[in-house]
């Protein structure tokens, strides 16, 4: 072979070098590419933090009755976004028994816990665990799929109960709030947890 021919040979494997250096090059970019990308998930939860950090700490280490505030003892109005119950001028005070009306219920916070709060009736209450003057309170969180939950008197999706039951809206799950929120109707496989309470100096607080 001539020297044009070893020549050409020599470039084809230096273009063939090359070629081999760039497609080895575009790992590491592209692993840079990644790291990029997850730095700015880094930055972007700092960012975060730094905007409601603040918040959220407050929320945890509160000792009122909103949500969080886990030493606090007094139940306090919580009114859901988007709902208008007849409670919310009162939203985040302390909940009074002699201004709570017969077969109503309300959203409260109590214990860093969100529950429903229910007077019915107390001469019909079966199961009295943990209730004073037809106050009884249960967390509000469905025992199925966790869907929230809600008192409803009257007609309800499920049939007439003119007394009122808790009722959650997902899969139609039901449950009886005169016996300890055992269930009537529906897919959740256990009582609502409830919520022991009493009154004191008429405000409705934890037992």
Known sequence: MDDEGHGDARRRTADEGADRAVVEDDAPVTVSRRS?????????????AAAFGGSIIKGITSTSG????????????????????????????????????????AKVLIRGKKAVLVRVDESKLVDRAGSEQGFVAFE???THLGCQVYFLAG?????????GLIYCPCHQGAFDPYRGAKVVFGPPPQ?????????????????
């Open 36 to 48: 990029f990308v997850k730095a700015g998930v880094v930055v972007a939860g700092g960012a975060w």
């Open 155 to 163: 007609t309800t999706p499920i049939g007439e109960y003119p007394d």
């Open 191 to 207: 009582p609502l947890p409830r919520i022991p309470l009493r009154v004191v100096n008429g405000r409705l607080e934890a037992a």
């Open 140 to 142: 509000s969180k469905c």
């Open 66 to 105: 909103q949500e969080g505030g886990a030493s606090a003892n007094v139940f306090v109005y919580y009114v859901p976004s988007g709902e208008s119950p007849w409670y919310a001028a009162n939203d985040g005070k302390d909940v009074l028994a002699d201004e709570f009306p017969l077969l109503e219920s």
